[in-house]
Nanobody, 124 residues
């Protein structure tokens, strides 16, 4: 069974940091580009960051550029999202998703496999 499982969410104060992890089971991430998306209450799911299959190309939403960093460790079958300088508006459920092929995308419908999400709350 193909699964993605996110972890690392939690409650953090504004200005703080969190690192989200995305673990794959049942398949190897080597063949997939990976994206992170988020969904706040009563809002549409939105693109956050994506990384190509090799890790050589990354893209970010303007709202997180310079604060978030996506990375991957194919040997460990893991993808990460380092989030720094967190703001209350970053509060959301965060999802990782896998897209077959080398090229990353900011379009959610390009992604085939999704995790269940991890909650991030930024509040004082």
């Amino acid at each position: 069974q193909l699964q993605l499982v996110e972890s690392g969410g939690g409650l953090v104060q504004p200005g703080g940091s969190l690192r989200l992890s995305c673990a794959a089971s049942g398949f190897t991430l080597d063949y997939y580009a990976i994206g992170w998306f988020r969904q706040a209450p009563k809002k549409e799911r939105e693109f956050v960051a994506a990384i190509s299959r090799s890790g050589g190309t990354r893209r970010y939403a303007d709202s997180v550029k310079g604060r978030f960093t996506i990375s991957r460790d194919n040997a460990k079958n893991m993808v990460y999202l380092q989030m720094n300088s967190l703001k209350p508006e970053d509060t959301a459920d965060y999802y990782c998703a896998a897209k077959m092929g080398p090229i990353n995308s900011n379009y959610r419908y390009d992604y085939t496999y999704w995790g269940q999400g991890t909650q991030v709350t930024v509040s004082s």
